[in-house]
């Protein structure tokens, strides 16, 4: 079981080395009802840019806070950005109470494709995407400053690879790989590969009912709570 702790500390050490990246700003919307399930979507780019702010973990943990034990549905379009971000926002996922299901509606890229990793069950449209690679960033400094950058980014890709691998069933070292290569997963090879649950939408595919749904998130919720006390 990955230590989230150390995640934490890694996503803290690399924030501090480098800087936000200039990409396009994501926006973060809840829809909640009186009662039922709650609507979170993330679209477009997680963390800050050099001139707006995206969806940052800090807003992230913020609205999390205001939604119930309900049932969280996580909808993401986005090609990534801070994967120091992502991984508090994953935390954050594993650590509400309530059940969460997570739906790639578009592209979950980079970041945004271990976000989606945070679901109960993972679920992606037909035309939609993954994509994972290894982490980058721009990094300014002396000889030593640049080795100790490179070994960060080792450790931040081997957590990751982990957080697949945690999901998938299958060994860390396949997602080391297939992130080495910077890999693309259609609705059906990211099934495949462990990084999804089904296909939504598929109508070659017999539909699972909702109640099975909610009974296997249940059970993931319960087995997640009894794995944290070791």
């Known amino acids: 079981m990955r230590d989230l702790g150390k995640l934490v500390a890694l996503a803290e050490r690399a924030a501090a080395m480098v800087g936000p ?3 396009q700003p ?5 829809s909640a009802a009186a009662s039922g399930r709650t609507t979170v979507r993330v679209y477009g780019y997680i963390g800050s840019t050099w001139l707006d702010e995206g969806v940052t973990a800090a807003s992230f943990a913020k609205e999390l806070e ?3 034990k309900d049932g969280i549905d996580l909808h993401i ?5 801070s994967a120091f971000d992502a991984i508090a926002m994953h935390a954050a996922l594993l650590n509400h ?4 299901v997570s739906y790639v509606d578009g592209i979950a890229a980079s970041a945004a494709s271990f976000l ?6 993972r679920v992606i449209e037909k035309p939609a995407r993954f994509m994972i690679h290894n982490a980058a960033s721009g990094i300014w400094g002396n000889k030593a400053e640049l080795r100790e950058a490179a070994d960060l980014l080792e450790e931040i890709d081997a957590s990751i690879a982990e957080m697949y691998a945690d999901r998938a069933g299958k060994p860390a070292a396949a997602f080391a790989a297939a992130m080495d290569a910077e890999t693309w997963y259609g609705s059906a090879e990211a099934v495949k ?5 089904r296909v939504a ?3 070659t595919a017999a539909p699972e009912d909702r109640r099975t749904q909610l009974i296997r998130a249940r059970a993931r919720v319960a087995l997640r709570g009894a794995s944290a006390h070791h």
């Open 21 to 23: 990246q200039n990409e």
């Open 26 to 30: 994501g926006t973060l919307t809840v």
């Open 66 to 68: 205001r939604i119930g």
């Open 77 to 81: 379009n986005s090609g990534g950005g």
């Open 97 to 100: 109470p309530s059940d969460v």
């Open 116 to 121: 989606a990793q945070a679901g109960d069950e």
């Open 193 to 197: 590969a462990g990084l999804a649950d």
């Open 201 to 203: 939408n598929d109508k």
